[in-house]
């Protein structure tokens, strides 16, 4: 029946040229909320956080190859600056939850016969007929809709063996248990890796000659710094399986401001339980961003300030005082002390 089967192409192609031109994607997130609330938790990092921003676009529209994982990134940078966070509010922002992710770290591996901790035990050993291994299938397949979040944390402490195993799962997005009994399938999760490889060659950078150097001179020798140590670590073969590599700079006193207001952000929601509000006297907060700065660490330095100075007296003052619900607490420094009073 060729007239019949010539009509029915030609009204298929009819259909499609007047079918309004409109791209659906299976996902459900948006790139540009996920981009908004990334720049609000993240600091200093707009060029970080752009690229990945333009690369969720990418997986949103179904651009890459669908016989690998949706996206493999690699964040490079030191301590603190972020990079963890980064992949914990991708998982919020998809999942609704910041743990809602399988994450793997990776200096509990720095042994060769922990290979075995991602791939199950080899036949005849215990736990094969199990299938035992460190990967939560559901967190890395997540579900049609929501693709799964995969985070390899400190990537340069493992093993040679267990970086190994790690490239079937970014080249073809499968890894087969070593009990030949399941595949679990990463084709549809987002896998980040975090690493500190050059971190302490920028530091020297910044701490010695590098230090009067333009700021755009001294990033491109930070940055290359980390591509030579990258390159001393990693056979070519697992780099080429790296979609991003995207690096995370030292946080610098120009964010001690912001460090100080995301540090008294994350306290308070922690204090919403008890119904109250911290508030912080100028003084304080100099103080704070003070004591809590130190390039080393980054946003933890500040956090680990906030913890060991403000909340003890924080503490006593909820258990002692009891204030009562919908309370501001006004926390000030008062000769070299941190005092609290309520309203």
């Not at 009204?11 to 409109?22: D, E, G, H, I, K």
């Not at 901790?117 to 094969?128: E, H, I, K, M, N």
């Not at 020297?204 to 990258?230: D, I, N």
């Not at 964010?255 to 929601?269: C, G």
Request: hydrophobic share 40%.
């Amino acid at each position: 029946m060729p007239f019949i089967n010539e009509l029915l192409a030609d009204n298929q192609q009819q259909n499609l040229r007047a079918a309004p031109r409109t791209a659906v994607s299976r996902f459900e997130f948006e790139p540009d909320a996920i981009a908004q609330r990334l720049q609000q938790r993240i600091l200093g990092q707009p060029a970080a956080l752009a690229e990945i921003a333009g690369s969720l676009a990418v997986v949103k529209a179904e651009l890459g190859d669908p016989r690998r994982p949706l996206g493999v990134f690699l964040l490079l940078g030191p301590t603190g600056v972020g990079k963890t966070e980064t992949v914990r509010l991708i998982a919020e922002a998809i999942h609704g939850r910041a743990d809602a992710l399988c994450r793997i770290d990776m200096n509990t591996l720095a042994q060769e016969h922990y290979a075995a901790s991602l791939t199950g035990a080899p036949p005849g050993y215990v736990g094969s007929k199990e299938g035992t291994t460190l990967f939560d299938r559901e967190t890395i397949e997540g579900r049609f809709g929501h693709p799964g979040v995969v985070l390899f944390d400190e990537l340069e402490k493992a093993s040679d063996p267990v970086i190994r195993a790690l490239m079937n799962i970014l080249d073809n997005g499968q890894l087969r248990l070593s009990a030949g009994n399941a595949t679990l399938d990463f084709r549809n999760s987002l896998i980040f890796l975090t690493s500190n490889l050059g971190a302490q060659a920028a530091q020297r950078l910044e701490q010695g000659w590098g230090r009067l150097l333009p700021a755009s001179w001294r990033q491109q020798l930070q940055q290359r710094r980390q591509v030579r140590a990258l390159h001393n670590r990693f056979d070519p073969e697992f780099i080429n399986r790296l979609d991003h590599r995207i690096s995370y700079r030292p946080l610098g006193a120009g964010q001690l401001d912001q460090l100080v207001d995301l540090a008294l952000e994350q306290l308070n929601q922690r204090l919403v339980r008890h119904q109250v509000q911290l508030l912080l006297s100028p003084a304080l907060r100099h103080y704070l961003a003070t004591e809590g700065y130190d390039r080393r660490f980054g946003a933890r330095a500040m956090a680990r300030t906030f913890r060991h100075q403000l909340e003890p007296v924080l503490a006593r003052t909820l258990l002692e005082r009891k204030p009562a619900p919908g309370a501001l607490l006004r926390a000030d420094l008062l000769q070299g002390k941190i005092v609290i009073d309520l309203d």
